[in-house]
């Protein structure tokens, strides 16, 4: 008998992602354990280095990219995701990966312009490119834009060298990625790893912002999940935003958000409160278990600490929507994984 993680109904009811199996108390493989694909779920995957939370976003993800109905869209900050696009056991894996990526300007509301920007809005500067960003569509009109107030020289300067700022990051551009182009079938791999924090987290706030807007408005037909792998990283920065809007805000519109973290002591508490699947693998350190207690559901008998697996690939999952606790075995991927680390008897010298 399979399970499905998410949902009250069985696996005939709708879409579903193969996860793994059952993790018996000799450590042999039980009965198949799926996850939900057919409504929106908030998922955080967690673990220290080594034991699997990547493998088990591209577990996930390449369920999705075999899913009609849902457009998924990882963000890469490791460049460990393009192997997706590689020859796959059993069924496609249909990907697309995007090495160079680029927003578009209009991709981020006023608001996030600020803040990405570190401006304060009620500023001079802020209010200039508040007022740039909501009637520009590329970085040299939001520029020509603020050219053209009449505001004191200063605040002129100040908004245009820090607009200036964002083009050199070279990760806006009036023909970037909309969320049409995300919002197909197939997976859209988006590899951030050649960008610093602030440009990385640009890119992920334009996505995620883009995504919403775009379900919300209803403009594409398919329910976006958003992949985001060393979550940490991004909720310290601009991307946090749209990250908790999709956390507190997507279920309604279908916009589902899985984060990975080794240190889900780093995210913020409503990014472990508001998942309502929780997959953890081995974690270690005191901070990181007492953020994953502060949440531990009622119906939690024991503490998640004395759950928590020993060995890579084993996970304990909480399921919030059926209110259970499973010990489970990832499954193996049918593509291979971009995540191992290399070592130094691999290496052949001369």
Same mark, same amino acid.
């Given at each position: ?85 590689? @020859? *796959? =056991? ?5 990907? /697309? $990966? #995007? &090495? ?78 909309? @969320? *049409? =182009? ?5 997976? /859209? $791999? #988006? &590899? ?78 409503? @990014? ?79």
């Amino acid at each position: 008998m399979s399970f499905v993680l998410g949902r009250e109904a069985g696996i005939e009811t709708g879409p579903v992602g193969n996860l793994g199996s059952y993790r018996a108390l000799d450590g042999s493989e039980g009965a198949p354990l799926h996850i939900d694909l057919d409504g929106s779920h908030a998922v955080l995957v967690v673990g220290k280095r080594g034991y699997g939370k990547s493998y088990t976003l591209g577990v996930i993800a390449e369920s999705l990219a075999r899913t009609a109905g849902v457009a998924p869209v990882v963000i890469d900050p490791m460049g460990v995701f393009g192997t997706l696009a590689e @020859a *796959a =056991d059993g069924a496609p894996v249909p990907t /697309t $990966v #995007v &090495d160079e990526p680029t927003v578009t300007p209009g991709s981020l509301d006023p608001k996030s312009w600020c803040a990405l920007l570190g401006l304060a809005p009620e500023s001079g500067a802020g209010g200039l490119v508040w007022q740039a960003a909501g009637e520009s569509g590329s970085l040299a009109e939001m520029c020509a834009h603020v050219e053209a107030t009449d505001a004191p020289r200063v605040d002129k300067r100040a908004a245009t060298n820090h607009i200036m700022l964002a083009e050199s990051w070279g990760v806006f551009d009036a023909d970037g990625m909309t @969320a *049409a =182009d995300l919002g197909q079938g197939e997976i /859209t $791999v #988006v &590899d951030v790893s050649g960008l610093d924090d602030a440009p990385m987290n640009a890119v992920a706030r334009g996505i995620g912002e883009a995504l919403y807007r775009a379900r919300v408005d209803r403009d594409i037909p398919r329910l976006p999940w958003l992949l985001v792998d060393e979550a940490h990283t991004f909720f310290d920065g601009v991307a946090r935003s749209a990250l908790e809007t999709i956390l507190t805000r997507g279920r309604a519109p279908g916009v589902s958000l899985v984060t990975a973290t080794q240190r889900p002591s780093a995210v913020p508490e409503v @990014a472990v409160s508001q998942s309502d699947i929780l997959v953890s693998h081995r974690l270690t350190a005191e901070a990181d278990l007492e953020a994953l207690a502060a949440a531990r559901p009622t119906y939690m008998q024991s503490s998640l600490s004395e759950r928590l697996p020993t060995e890579p690939g084993e996970v304990v999952i909480v399921d919030d929507a059926t209110e259970t606790v499973h010990a489970a075995q990832i499954r193996r991927r049918a593509t291979l994984h971009g995540g191992d680390s290399p070592s130094a008897s691999d290496v052949s010298v001369e």
